[in-house]
Structures are given as C-alpha cells and as structure tokens.
C-alpha cells in the first residue's frame, strides 16, 4: 500500500471513528472549572465589561439614524457635531470597557493555567510506575504544555465573547424589532439558519480535534525518541529511516488537519451566504418600506449597521467555536489524566514497628507488568540479613532490575509479598519506606545545578562533610577536587558535561549522602572499570553502619565477594547462594562466570 492510500485510509477511519466517539464524548472539561474558583471576581468582571461595550456598541447603528433623518436631511450641521460626539463618547466608553474586560479575562485565565499544570504535575507525581508507563513521557508533555495553553486560551476567549457575540447578535434582532417588525423578521430566518451552521460544525469538529491532539501525542513522541538518541540514529546511519517514519506520522497529522481545517473553513463562507443573502432581502424590503413611508432612510441604514454587526460578532464566534473546541478536546485529554488513578494505592496510617532478623525478605514473590502477556519474575523467596551484599545476575531480560524495583514499592507484587525490616511493603506510607532506600537506576540521571544541589537531592540541606564522604565512598572524591570550584562545579543537564562514569559515581554517591539502609545499585557501576568498581565495592563494606545492599549487574566479578547471590533466568530462580557453591550447582552462573573471566584474562594476558 502506498503512503498515500495509507493515510487516507487513516483519514477513513478517523471519520468511522466519529460515531463511536460521540458516544463516549462526554464534555468532562467542565470539572477543570473547579481551577477558576478563586478568580470568581474576574470571571464575573470580565463578561460583564464586554456586555458593557456591546451595549453601548448597539446604540450606535441608533445614533447614525438620527444623524441620517435629523441631521443630513435638516442640514443641521450642529446636530451633526453634536451626535458625533456622542459617538466618539461612545467609542471612548466601549474602549474603556473593552479593555477592563480584557484584563479580568487575562488574569482569569492565566490564574486558571497556574493552578491547572500546577494540579497536573502534582497528580502525575501521585501515579504509580505502572500508570507513567501507560501514559508515556510525550504524552504528559504533551498535556502539561500544549493543551494547558489550548484550554487557557479558550477560557480566555470565552470570557471575552461567549456572551458579548450571542449579547449582540439576539440584542440587534431585538433592536430591529423596535425599528420595524416585518424588516426584523428576516432575522429572525438568518439567526437560526446561522445558529445550524456553527453548532453543526462543532458537533463534527470536536471529536475529530481530540484525534489531532493524538496525531500530535505521536510526532511528538517520535521527535523526543529522535533527538533524545540522535548519536544512536547516526552510527547506525538510520537518518533516511528515522525521516521516513517521522514524515509518515507528520504527514497523517498534516492530512487530518486539513480535513479538520476544511471543515471548519466552510463556516466563513456559508454564514457570509446568509448573511448576504439577509442583507439583499433586508435592502430590498427595505427599499419597499420606505417607498410606502413605513420607515425612514436613517431606519434603513440602522438595520443594515445591526445586520452587520451580527455578521462581525458571528465571524468572531467562528473564531471562539474553533478555539473553544480545540480547548474542551485538550480539557477532556487533561480530565483523562485526572481520572486516572494510582494503581498502588498508599497505606493510610504507620503501623507498630515489629521485631525482625531480616532486612528484606521476598516470599513466593511474582509480578506481572500491566499488558504483559507473562510474569516478568515468578516464585522469587529470599532471606537478607542486615548489612549483607546481595548480588543479583542474569542475562538480558532475566528480571534482575524488577526484583529490586519491587523493594522500594515502584510496583506492586502480583502475588506473594515483599517484606522490608519485618513489614510488607504494603503497609509502609510510601514516602516513609523509600526514605530508607538509596536507588541508584540503570541510567545515570543528573540534574542541571552545581554538583552540590545535585547531592542533596539525597538529603535535604546535607552539609559539605556529609557530601564529600559520600563522594568518598563512591569513588568521586578525586575527580571532584578537580573540578574548579569543587562543589559548585556546573552540572549541565542529563550530566552532559561529565564522564559515563563519573555520571555514575555521582549517582552513587547522591544515594549515599541520605545514609540509606538499604542500597539498590541497578546495574550502575557498568561505565566503571574494574579498578574503580572494586574500590567502591570495599568501601560499601567499610562504611560505618554499612547499609543492606543489592547489587545488579551483568559482571560476575562485581557479585563475586556477595553475601549471596541470587541468579535469574527467564524470571526465575535459577541459583541462590555464595560464589563457590554456585560454580559447582548453577550452570547458567557458571557460564557467565567462565565467559566473563576468559575474556579478561585474554584482555589481560
């Protein structure tokens, strides 16, 4: 299939889709109101403002009658003046009014925003693991940046016109009626018919927004994968590929787009049809009106002015629709994030603290991830004294990096239970058990700052002998010192300006400033050389109170001096117990072991 036909079909079954998705459409974007509360006193200022300036606008089609039948057809040159003034008096007033209403309506929805990023990030940070993975790192950018600034917008306009465009157009029909009844009523057709036009294209609109919302979730996704491993794409020469895949998404974004666009484009074109065609019909009665001396001239020229102005506050409300649409599709998104709850759900009260001879115990444990086909690990059990070094090895996939993710609770066991100093982790509020537990991940993670703020994200207001011990510990100490101005030494963001290694060391040792109890080091001494990686491990075993570690990792000889040693395959138990005991009783241990080791003594021959 070419990529043409691709992308109509998508196109296709974008419009199919239409249908199912009216049915479950609800507008939950009215719960995001709940934000506004505390500008009440702009939200009521701001319409009321605008209201002001539209009424004070539909006295002018009044003023220019007057000018017309008195004025000009009198010659009176001092009304003339006179009535021109009141017409700059007018224009000065609906200014006035025009701007207070703009500025409560600005401070309203920027007030709005704030409140709503700062609700979302809050309740983003509340979800499990489970629920990041579901959701996907574009997509909370996505909804934290683009569509917080897409409802903004709409609050903006809606507080501006939603009620100054139906104000003046319903207030001119009404004004038309006091000029002459029969003329009125070819409003009273045109409003209606005008009134299907722009509702019918919000109906259709609508869901096919929230569908452009995604195609956008998509290519941003795609852009952030691209530019995040762009040193990747180009060792692999995968550029044309990358460009290929990228124009692809971006070309059925483009293609729904348009097809959006040209929906909403006909609204311009058929309310400038009726209302043209009301302004014929409205100037030929009109014209007969004031042959048979029902209305007057300056009459005429007031209902012409009043068709006109619906005509302007109608464009208006087509530009509002759009925006107003775009924004209920972005506030139903951000309402999804909302309803989206927490799969692991915090115990609400400390219970006793008991009695324990282990610091982790993991009992006929197994975990499945959500949408996984398997369990990732199944039937692990495990005894860990206090202080002890757990080594945990595997090949790829094996489920080494999930067993110490379940310690601190990033996810929640399918069945069996994960114990921490006596207690299921279940039962420990969250913040309390993870304060006990310094997590080193597989990807060195450093914030831009100096390298003293990035320590104490391990420990609120650590002090500099707190920090340098740690850096100590970890192997950082030397390259610290020199760094120009040591501690305030530059951090760029991700860790850019630093080493894998040091990126590494660094990480080690921000989890070490907080005196943890527990250390998971997930495979993050794997830029380390050998040298280094055994000096850090000595120096967790001499520290004092030395914390209870588990130590993942690919390398045998970084495992070798553990405890114990608790080998994985295919998320299961394959071995468990000291060096020694595995050579002789674990095959896969034995063969990573002699695979590992043959290579280094030929590296070091």
């Keep these: 299939m070419g990529k043409s036909a691709k992308i109509s079909v998508d196109i296709l079954a974008n419009r199919r889709d239409i249908r199912r998705r009216r049915k479950d459409g609800k507008v939950y974007v009215r719960k995001l109101l709940v934000f506004l509360k505390d500008y009440k006193k702009e939200s009521v200022l701001g319409p009321l403002f605008k209201l002001l300036e539209a009424s004070f606008e539909l006295f002018v089609p009044l003023v220019m009658a007057a000018i017309i039948d008195v004025g000009i057809r009198q010659?009176?040159?001092?009304?003339?003046?006179?009535?021109?003034?009141?017409?700059?008096?007018?224009?000065?007033?609906?200014?006035?009014?025009?701007?207070?209403?703009?500025?409560?309506?600005?401070?309203?929805?920027?007030?709005?925003?704030?409140?709503?990023?700062?609700a979302l990030f809050a309740h983003i940070q509340s979800l499990s693991y489970t629920e990041m993975d579901e959701i996907g790192t574009s997509t909370m950018i996505t909804r934290m940046t683009s569509d917080v600034n897409q409802v903004q917008s709409g609050v903006n306009m809606v507080l501006r016109l939603f009620l100054r465009s139906p104000f003046i157009v319903f207030g001119a029909m009404i004004m038309a009626f006091t000029i002459d009844v029969k003329a009125a009523l070819i409003f009273v057709v045109a409003i209606p018919a005008l009134a299907v036009v722009v509702f019918g294209i919000i109906i259709v609109t609508i869901p096919l927004f929230k569908k452009v919302q995604e195609g956008l979730d998509r290519v941003l996704g795609i852009t952030r994968e691209n530019l995040s491993g762009s040193r990747v794409i180009r060792a692999f020469h995968k550029e044309e590929e990358e460009t290929a895949v990228f124009?692809?998404?971006?070309?059925?974004?483009t293609n729904l787009q348009l097809y959006v666009g040209k929906i909403s484009a006909l609204m311009n074109p058929l309310t400038y049809v009726i209302i043209n065609a009301a302004l014929i019909a409205l100037i030929w009665t009109g014209a007969v009106r004031v042959d048979n001396g029902f209305i007057s001239q300056g009459e005429v020229v007031a209902l012409v002015n009043y068709m006109s102005q619906i005509l302007i506050e109608?464009?208006?409300?087509?530009?509002?629709?759009?925006?107003?649409?775009?924004?209920?599709?972005?506030?139903?998104?951000?309402?999804?994030v909302f309803r989206l709850r927490s799969s692991m759900q915090d115990a609400e009260g400390e219970t006793a603290e008991k009695d324990f001879d282990y610091a982790v115990v993991f009992d006929r444990v197994s975990m499945r991830y959500k949408g996984a086909g398997g369990e990732a690990v199944s039937d692990i059990s495990l005894k860990v004294k206090p202080g002890e070094t757990v080594g945990i090895i595997g090949g790829t996939g094996s489920g080494k990096s999930t067993v110490v993710q379940l310690i601190p609770r990033f996810y929640d066991v399918s069945r069996g239970a994960v114990f921490v100093n006596g207690r299921d982790v279940r039962e420990y509020r969250l913040e309390k058990l993870r304060a006990g537990i310094g997590i080193v991940p597989q990807k060195a993670v450093l914030f831009a700052g100096s390298i003293r703020e990035n320590m104490q994200w391990g420990k609120k207001n650590a002090s500099d002998e707190e920090i340098w011990e740690a850096l100590a510990v970890a192997q950082a100490k030397e390259f610290v010192e020199?760094?120009?101005?040591?501690?305030?030494?530059?951090?760029?963001q991700g860790g850019r300006n630093l080493s894998g290694g040091q990126r590494q060391r660094l990480t080690i040792a921000r989890a070490l400033v907080g005196q943890p109890e527990i250390l998971i080091l997930d495979d993050s001494a794997s830029a380390l050389d050998y040298a280094t990686d055994a000096a850090l491990r000595r120096s967790l075993r001499e520290m004092k109170n030395a914390p209870t570690v588990f130590l993942v990792s690919q390398r045998a000889a970084s495992v070798l001096h553990a405890d114990q040693i608790l080998v994985l395959d295919d998320g299961r138990v394959d071995g468990l117990g000291r060096h020694e005991e595995l050579l002789k009783t674990c095959e896969v241990y034995r063969e990573i072991y002699y695979s590992q080791f043959s290579k280094e003594e030929e590296v070091h021959g």
């Excluded at 124009?247 to 974004?253: H, M, S, W």
């Excluded at 509002?320 to 139903?332: H, M, P, Q, R, Y």
């Design 75 to 118: 010659g009176d040159r001092g009304y003339i003046l006179k009535m021109c003034g009141v017409l700059i008096l007018l224009a000065v007033i609906g200014l006035t009014c025009a701007i207070t209403a703009q500025f409560f309506a600005a401070k309203a929805a920027v007030g709005f925003a704030t409140k709503l990023r700062h």
């Design 247 to 253: 124009y692809e998404q971006n070309q059925i974004l």
């Design 314 to 336: 109608l464009i208006k409300l087509a530009n509002l629709i759009v925006t107003v649409t775009k924004a209920v599709a972005c506030g139903n998104r951000i309402e999804g």
């Design 482 to 492: 020199k760094k120009e101005g040591m501690l305030d030494a530059a951090v760029e």
